[in-house]
Structures are given as structure tokens and as C-alpha cells.
């Protein structure tokens, strides 16, 4: 249905008058008369009886007024939605984050939420290269991942991450962290769940010149800090992990260029809601 044809017969049975109702459309009369014509034969009624009292609408025009009005409030509404949706007003978000960002991610989504509440959002944990994956194949809009990212990806720095030695409160650090790593067993992630966290610390113990063993693994970071902090056993983790640590437990920076990392928000296409996340975001990361 031409949504011109219906409003020309609403502004008609509103106005009761055609001429009223080609100078409200800014039309001629019989440009105006032609639309209703056009408008009965679609319909297969007349709408209008016309006489010195101008035009009446007929028993159909009266049945068809309420749907005419209902269509065009609906689309109405669809054009005023779609421009808030183009404005990032409304719509939705997927976002992911990998284990440096386990802080950053969530409280740059409170943040974005306190300004555009109308925006649905998603936060799921996975590793950067699962992000990667999903931000190419468009299922993922925003991703918190270890930089440098792939091709085909735009990213923004936030912020630097660096390996850390977790022990008990109370233990010694070792001075020479290498040969009291060299041949320790340690608790760590599983390497399946975060396989660049792994290879950023096997790149550190090659330059420490170490090669500790592996005393027990867990599948999430929370669980090998509770490890450590339980005594069962040193691990090497991101220093951001202090925010989630247990108060028995203590971070110490671990020397070497291996040692650190820069995380960011990666994405491939940027939209409204994408460039107020991203700003979000630093200002999160700058706080």
C-alpha cells in the first residue's frame, strides 16, 4: 500500500474538504482527487460521497479510517526508530574480553549503559584469538583482546599489562626470578583457555632462560589465583589480576620486554554505538 495514498485519505476524512486538504499536502485539487481515486480502485470501495457540505466519508471509508491511521502511525514510528537506531540511540551490542581485561570490560560496559540505556548489551569472557575469529565473522561487534590484532581489524589502545609473579603474603620474592623459576612447579591456566596468555609467558621464560614444570592447572585465572593463595603453589599471571586477586595473595612485576603487553578494544566496523563504546572504554581506561 502507497503510504501517500493513505495519508492523502486521512487528511481528506480529517478535513472533510478536498481543497482544505490539497493546500495542508501542498497539491492541486485534482492531483489530490486523482490520489482518492487511485486509493478506491486499490481498495474495490468509494470512500468519499462529495456535495455543498464537502466531502463525507462513505460506510467503507469509515470501516478503513482506523487502519489507514494505524499504518501510518506504525510507520511513524519505524522512521523515528530507525533514526535513533542510525543516532546509536538504540540497539545492541555483543562484546568480549579476554582475561587482561576482566576489569577494564565490565566497567566500561556500566559505564556506556548509565549514558545510552536504551542499548541492549552482551558480555561474554574468551580468548583474543576467539574474538578475533568472531569480530571478522561479524557475530562479535567490540572485543577487549591482546594487541596486535589481525588484518581486517581496527583496534584502540587502552592500556598495558604485565606478567606477574603471584605469591602467599608473607612468602620471600626471589631476587633472582629466573633460577627460582628454572625447574618450579606452578600452577597455571590451561593453555586451551587462554593461548595468549601461554605464549606470553613461555616467550618471558625464554628470555629468563627458565623452564619451570607444571604443578596443577585450572581452567579460569580466579581458580589458579585461589591455588597460589591456598599455598598449593606459585603462578606467573597479568598483573591486572590484583583487582580479582585474594587479599592473601601478592603480585610482583616480573622483569624482561617479554614480560608486558598492550590490550585494546578491537572491532571491524564502526557504527554510532561502536564509537560511543570505544569512547567509554578509554575513558575507563584512563580513569
Known amino acids: 500500500m502507497d503510504l501517500r495514498l493513505l495519508r492523502t485519505f486521512v487528511t481528506v476524512a480529517r478535513l472533510r474538504n478536498f481543497g482544505a486538504a490539497a493546500d495542508e499536502l501542498a497539491t492541486s485539487q485534482p492531483a489530490l482527487t486523482k490520489q482518492i481515486q487511485v486509493l478506491e480502485r ?3 470501495s468509494v470512500l468519499f460521497t462529495r456535495g455543498r457540505h464537502g466531502a463525507r466519508l462513505t460506510p467503507a471509508g469509515e470501516l478503513l479510517l482506523p487502519d489507514a491511521l494505524e499504518l501510518l502511525e506504525r510507520s511513524e514510528a519505524f522512521d523515528r526508530r530507525a533514526v535513533q537506531v542510525a543516532a546509536g540511540d538504540e540497539g545492541s551490542l555483543a562484546i568480549g574480553f579476554g582475561l587482561s581485561a576482566i576489569d577494564l570490560a565490565p566497567r566500561a560496559v556500566a559505564l556506556f549503559r548509565s549514558r545510552w540505556p536504551g542499548v541492549s548489551i552482551s558480555l561474554d569472557d574468551m580468548s583474543s584469538a576467539v574474538q578475533c575469529e568472531r569480530l571478522l565473522a561479524g557475530s562479535l561487534q567490540i572485543g577487549f583482546v591482546r594487541l596486535p590484532v ?22 620471600d620474592v626471589p ?12 600452577v597455571r591456566l590451561t593453555p586451551s583457555r587462554g593461548p595468549g596468555l601461554t605464549a606470553q609467558i613461555n616467550g618471558l621464560y625464554a628470555e ?11 581452567a579460569d585465572l580466579q581458580t589458579v589465583l585461589a591455588l597460589t593463595a591456598a599455598g598449593a603453589g606459585p603462578s606467573v599471571v597479568p598483573q591486572s589480576a590484583e583487582r580479582i ?43
Not at 150 to 162: C, F, K, Q, T, V
Not at 175 to 186: E, I, K, M, T
Not at 208 to 218: D, I, K, M, S, T
Open 42 to 44: 486499490r481498495v474495490g
Open 150 to 171: 589481525p588484518a581486517g581489524l581496527e583496534r584502540l589502545r587502552l592500556r598495558r599489562d604485565r606478567l606477574a609473579l603471584a605469591l602467599p603474603v608473607g612468602q
Open 175 to 186: 631476587r633472582d626470578v629466573g633460577r627460582w623459576l628454572d625447574d618450579r612447579p606452578l
Open 208 to 218: 629468563l632462560g627458565c623452564h619451570p614444570q607444571v604443578l596443577q592447572e585450572a
Open 245 to 287: 586477586a585474594p587479599p592473601e595473595l601478592r603480585l610482583t612485576p616480573l622483569p624482561g620486554r617479554a614480560a608486558s603487553w598492550w590490550i585494546g578494544a578491537a572491532w571491524s566496523t564502526r557504527t554510532p554505538l561502536t564509537e560511543r563504546f570505544l569512547k567509554a572504554a578509554a575513558e575507563v581506561a584512563r580513569a
